[in-house]
């Protein structure tokens, strides 16, 4: 079984949407927790990152990381058609800093 | 702002032959991880260095190995390739204790 969960979706909503992402994890061990969005057959882009519980803010998106309950989320406020991608959760620290991702969750937004 | 290089973008190759990558980090990043991403997978960590040390090591076939070099780009060679070798490889670099990873383009390797 996957340390990190990630529904794969695919999810759909029309463009201004909020859109919500979420992981769950099982190993307490991780530290770093961060999202990338992948365009198909593209690098993963490094969306945000952050090493404690909370909420981390930029522009549209902003992290929310609860490690009690081992669940990480991403918010897409005023989503566009361009943010239309695949979002993938990645968590690492329990043995150096190789990165653990979720499955990544398909994400379509419509005009 | 520069960016991870990768090369080649593409590569095919046929079973039993063996195959290059290269990887150019961000200037002043001395970390680099390599990841293979198979169709419709999540990125699996294959191995990651740090001035020219192997750091960590994780689902590396033993055909695989991978070095890193005094200008910090890092060559991942494969060897006996099979056809599930095919998949996107990427290569990641960072600065020394920092957690975040950019990721370059990958190259898509084929095997026939």
């Known amino acids: 079984q996957k340390e990190v969960e990630q529904d794969p979706g695919p999810l759909s909503v029309p463009e201004g949407a909020i859109v919500s992402l979420n992981c769950t994890y099982s190993?307490?061990?991780?530290?770093?927790f961060m999202w990338y969005r992948q365009y198909s057959r593209k690098g993963p882009e490094l969306l945000m990152y952050?090493?404690?519980?909370g909420n981390k803010e930029d522009g549209r998106f902003t992290a929310q990381v609860d490690k009690s309950s081992k669940y990480i989320s991403l918010f897409i406020r005023d989503s566009q058609p361009s943010d239309s991608a695949t979002y993938l959760c990645?968590?690492?620290?329990?043995?150096?800093?190789?990165?653990?991702f979720g499955k990544g969750t398909s994400l379509l937004v419509t005009p | 702002a520069a960016g991870v290089i990768q090369s080649p973008r593409h590569l095919i190759k046929e079973k039993r032959e063996t195959a290059t990558l290269k990887c150019y980090p961000i200037?002043?990043?001395?970390?680099v991880y390599w990841y293979q991403q198979g169709p419709g997978q999540d990125p699996q960590f294959l191995i990651s260095?740090?001035?020219?040390?192997?750091?960590d090591k994780g689902s590396i076939p033993d055909r695989f190995s991978a070095q890193q070099f005094s200008d910090y780009h890092s060559e991942l060679n494969m060897s006996s390739l099979e056809l599930g070798d095919s998949a996107l490889y990427f290569c990641?670099?960072?600065?020394?204790?920092?957690?975040?990873?950019?990721f370059g383009p990958g190259t898509r390797l084929t095997v026939t």
């Open positions: 200037p002043r990043h001395d970390t």
């Open positions: 260095f740090y001035e020219k040390m192997q750091s």
């Open positions: 190993n307490s061990a991780f530290q770093y």
């Open positions: 990645a968590m690492s620290g329990s043995s150096g800093y190789a990165l653990n």
């Open positions: 952050t090493y404690s519980s």
């Open positions: 990641a670099s960072s600065r020394l204790a920092a957690y975040e990873q950019y």
